[in-house]
């Protein structure tokens, strides 16, 4: 895990504990990625509750309740779906905000519109969601540690 992680892992511990909130994740590309950086740091338990890795479309519907059909209208990697995680995780967990991941690191699974790289985040608390796609360069394993920090940072500029 590279430092940059640590870094930024640490500081969301920092600022869930002053704001006095408990995380929740929703990851999917990332498959455990942010849970694992946030629990690398030792005191963890007093702010990170749960960490949802729904791979398959199914188990998206299943455990974050998105409706299987907003996933057939706008894909599993799309905005519409990581909000919809996003506030899945918090109705399912016992967070006060959450994060979540879709996208597709590759090599394979490009579809038109939505190249290799393409990763779609959610960030939720309370009755706001906020989401945001980004297109990261690199193989597999950079697309996910760039969405690994991306998340973090996003999630310190959501909760400030």
């Not at 996003?86 to 579809?111: C, F, K, M, Q, R």
Request: proline content about 2%; hydrophobic content about 40%.
């Amino acid at each position: 895990m590279s430092n940059e992680m640590i870094e930024l892992a640490t500081k969301v511990g920092a600022a869930l504990q002053a704001k006095r909130l408990v995380l929740a994740t929703a990851e999917s590309c990332t498959g455990g990625g942010v849970s694992q950086a946030v629990t690398e740091i030792a005191g963890s338990t007093a702010w990170f509750d749960c960490g949802f890795v729904t791979y398959s479309n199914n188990s998206k519907t299943e455990l974050l309740d998105v409706p299987a059909a907003l996933i057939a209208q706008f894909g599993s990697v799309s905005e519409e779906v990581a909000g919809a995680m996003a506030e899945g995780a918090l109705s399912n967990s016992n967070a006060d905000v959450s994060l979540s991941t879709t996208g597709i690191a590759g090599p394979t699974g490009a579809v038109p519109g939505k190249p290799v790289g393409t990763v779609c985040f959610g960030w939720a608390r309370g009755d706001t969601t906020f989401t945001e796609r980004l297109v990261f360069q690199g193989d597999r394993q950079a697309v996910r540690e760039q969405t690994v920090i991306h998340a973090l940072r996003g999630l310190l500029r959501f909760i400030e």
